[in-house]
């Protein structure tokens, strides 16, 4: 009978030993990961033959002075200061609902594949990658309005006479 109570008390120290170790485990390598500092944004870009475009659709609001814009193409790479070499909103924020445009002549040509990533300096975080074809807008064509329906002067004659 005693050797029923040792094993059923030497099972259930075993079982708390491996709680005990697991638990530390976890604590420790829990413990080592740091809460992410980096900012969210949701943000488009626009490339044309002749511009370069960011727009702030949702996120968080950044300072201009803490972004850099990098434009690969064709094997060359561009960087742009996002506050310096572009337009941006009424402050020095990029907010929601904010474009950024490039200021001067886009680096690259009609045709380039165009990689456009948006870089949160103090994080050293990609907050954006899009790659595009450069391609000349068309326009799209405006319907032409309906023609208008002339009423012919027999069926008018003809509705006032009761015959139609």
Do not use: C
């Not at 044309?48 to 193409?73: C, N, Q």
């Not at 994080?123 to 032409?144: D, E, I, K, Q, Y």
């Amino acid at each position: 009978m005693n050797r029923a109570q040792s094993e059923a008390v030497g099972t259930v120290l075993l079982l708390t030993m491996v709680v005990i170790g697991v638990s530390v485990v976890g604590y420790v390598a829990l413990g080592a990961i740091e809460p992410d500092d980096s900012p969210a944004v949701d943000v488009k870009s626009t490339v044309t033959d002749s511009t370069l475009a960011l727009t702030h659709w949702s996120g968080d609001s950044l300072p201009g002075d803490d972004l850099t814009v990098v434009v690969r193409y064709g094997g060359s790479e561009e960087r742009y200061d996002f506050a310096t070499d572009g337009s941006y909103g009424a402050d020095a924020t990029f907010d929601p609902g904010d474009e950024w445009r490039l200021d001067g002549a886009v680096p690259y040509a009609v045709g380039d594949r165009v990689e456009v990533r948006l870089i949160h300096d103090p994080s050293n975080t990609v907050l954006f990658r899009g790659r595009r074809v450069a391609a000349t807008p068309t326009p799209t064509a405006t319907p032409a309005p309906p023609a208008a329906v002339v009423p012919d002067k027999n069926d008018m004659m003809r509705r006032d006479e009761g015959l139609a």
